[in-house]
């Protein structure tokens, strides 16, 4: 008796499930990379503090006050690029699992804390490890802490793709630029730099103009690059802004380091014992250079990506 009652009743069910249109499948999870962008802008942090080192190493008093100013654009530098990395994974990897990470303040609290953290084990390793009054290495330990931190803040700016390929692009900036400045006698020297003020003058010139141009085109190829395997990735197709906002992300985040350098030679130069104008006049001519980089590769970035999108987008037929 009971066996003709369940049969009717699951009939109406049947039927039911047949008018439903079928579910589409789930597109599957593409990997992301920005894992592997923050392990490598880490790396790079390690290769900038050890190499700071040098800056507390041999004589003591304002040489070294001095030596520590022209090095700690590399580590500030580095420290905001490996902020910046952090922050934006640790906002994305938080946030598919707690949805408030990746929306409005709980986004900037994230990317700010990572950051935060980065600056402060890299404040911790030179208070530990470097040899200095105790006033020089606060100084710098503050300077790096602060990049760390607005790194972080900056790790959190979205669209994720442009902030992503941007510090791509400034890794790689960064490592050229310091490539070139272990080999600048002999670029110098290829650039006409000879004896007189103005033979040298003219050569650091034209080295830093063309190191600039170049670290901008590597700066808008690598941002090109990393936007064109997202968007493959994402299946999506980015228009123009996307690629200029990401080829001018290097260029603004070097300008955003200079500015924190400044604060930090500033406090530096201030606990000189001796008067060291000369310094200070090359210091501030170093640090104008370094500005110009950072503009040069901002503008050079946008338009490489942009020229780079263009040729990928098809011709006109004529009829």
Known sequence: MTEPAIATSAQPQQRKAAALPPAAPEEPRTPSTTGWLAFLALGWLVVALLFYRTAFAGDDGDYKLVLAAVLLPLVIQANLLAGAAVGLWSTLALGRRKPWAEQGPGRWAVGTAAGLLTGTLASGAILLAYGMSARAVGVVAVAVGVAGALGGALGAIRPARILAAGLSAALAVLVFLNVVALFSTS?????????????????????????????????????????????????????????????????????????????GVAQLLSLAEKDISADTEILSFIAASRLNTGLVVLFVGAITTTIAYGRTLPKAVRD
Request: proline share 3%; with cysteine; glycine share 12%.
């Open 187 to 263: 670029l110098l020297d290829a650039f006409g730099s000879g004896d007189t003020a103005a033979e040298r003058y003219s050569a650091n010139g034209l080295l830093a103009g063309t190191t600039a141009v170049i670290a901008g085109l590597v700066a808008g190829l690598a941002a090109y690059w990393r936007i064109r395997r997202a968007a493959a990735r994402s299946g999506d197709t980015p228009k123009w802004p996307i690629f200029l906002a990401a080829g001018a992300s290097a260029g603004l985040l070097l300008i955003i380091a200079e500015f924190c350098t400044r604060l």
